[in-house]
């Protein structure tokens, strides 16, 4: 099989470039610098790393999956401040062994999950690495708007989540018992579909705040609170909450004909262990704490008439720090060095 090492650095990325560009990409991959339309005057610039073992496991996900989720998780904090993403750069780190099709399934996924908000990579890095690693850096135009940040949001505002929460959390969870399904669950670990078209409508309906959930509900409504000065208390009843994680039928028949998982699991547990495990997480702790699906959560003006596929689910009130009913959570989502 064809390895990146046998491609060479350069061979490797011819093989990644020469894809087609969006108009806002003015020069692309194969100089120096690419030369990125910045219509606004302003570039808004985001970048977010994945590590190997840490944000995908290659025998979970693949690696059209993997660039899908490496373009979304940034493509998703373009549009949470409100702007139009138009340019990707991407970081590859990899081993010389790394199959050539692996990396160009990835460039695969990166270029299609762009193409979904017209944006295009316009340059990036290629280079050796004991693990695999991509850095992705997304720029925005904002389109002469104001940036919508973490800071706006007012005491009397209310709180409001569009796209999932918890599903991406189930999923992993799932993987992590060595089971496949249920496959919705799965698929949502591997590649989140952030509601795009949400950055825009929420600027729209006068959004005071906004933020993409990666860690967690939780964890990153207390971004807005901190950096609005302000208090969030979240109503446990209105959190929209994932499927049940009901074992897959194919996993249930393998547990009970005592066959390992199909997956590659951590420990020892046995199948019927993993199994009862797997469907025990609360499906309310997974939907507050769950990051990963890059739903997009939003503060506005009480009264604001909300098009349904927003959920109300919690209010601003004078004071600081994130409550649920009122009450502190214990655990709030996703910290890298907290576990
Ligand atoms: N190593 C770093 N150097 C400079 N800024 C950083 C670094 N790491 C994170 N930041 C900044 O801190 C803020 C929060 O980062 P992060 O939690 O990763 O945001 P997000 O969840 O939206 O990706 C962002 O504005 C980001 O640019
Ligand atoms: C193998 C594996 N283990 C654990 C996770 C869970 N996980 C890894 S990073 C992360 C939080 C989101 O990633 P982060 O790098 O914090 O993105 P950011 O908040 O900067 O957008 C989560 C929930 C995973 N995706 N894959
Ligand atoms: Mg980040
Ligand atoms: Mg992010
Ligand atoms: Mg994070």
Do not use: C
């Amino acid at each position: 099989m064809e390895s990146i090492g046998d491609l060479g650095e350069f061979g490797l990325i011819r093989r990644v470039t020469g894809r087609p560009m969006a108009a806002d990409v003015l020069l692309g991959p194969g100089d120096d610098a690419a030369v990125v339309a910045a219509p606004d005057g302003r570039v808004v610039a985001t970048t977010d790393v994945l590590v190997e073992g840490r944000h995908f496991r290659l025998d979970w996900s693949s690696p059209y999956d993997i660039g899908r989720k490496a373009a979304a998780q940034n493509l998703a904090d373009v549009v949470a401040m409100g702007a139009r993403p138009t340019a990707l750069l991407v970081g590859f780190g990899a081993p010389a062994e790394t199959p050539a099709a692996w990396a160009q399934r990835l460039t695969d996924g990166i270029v299609e999950e762009s193409a979904l908000v017209g944006a295009s990579v316009a340059g990036g890095d290629t280079v050796g690495s004991p693990t695999i690693t991509i850095a992705v850096t997304a720029l925005g135009d904002l389109g002469g708007a104001p940036p919508l940040t973490r800071s706006g949001a007012r005491p009397g505002d209310v709180v409001a989540v569009r796209g999932r929460l918890g599903w991406a959390a189930s999923g992993l969870h799932l993987l992590q018992h060595g089971l496949d399904g249920p496959a919705e669950l799965v698929a949502a670990h591997r590649r989140p579909q952030p509601p795009y078209s949400a950055g825009q409508e929420a600027r729209s309906l006068g959004a005071t705040a906004m933020l993409d959930v990666s860690d967690g509900l939780l964890q990153d409504l207390g971004h807005i609170a901190e950096r609005s000065g302000v208090a969030i208390d979240v109503t446990a009843a209105a959190v929209p909450l994932p499927p049940p994680l009901a074992a897959s039928a194919a996993g249930r028949a393998a547990a009970s004909r005592g066959e390992p998982p199909t997956m590659h699991q951590e420990g020892k547990t046995s199948p019927e262990t993993a199994a009862d495990d797997a469907r025990t997480p609360d499906r309310l702790h997974l939907a507050l704490t769950g990051g990963e699906d890059h739903a997009f959560a939003a503060t506005f003006p009480a009264g604001t008439g909300l098009p349904p596929a927003w959920t109300v689910v919690g209010r601003v009130a004078e004071g600081s720090g994130v409550t649920v009913d009122g009450s502190v959570p214990a655990v709030r989502g996703w910290d890298h060095f907290r576990g």
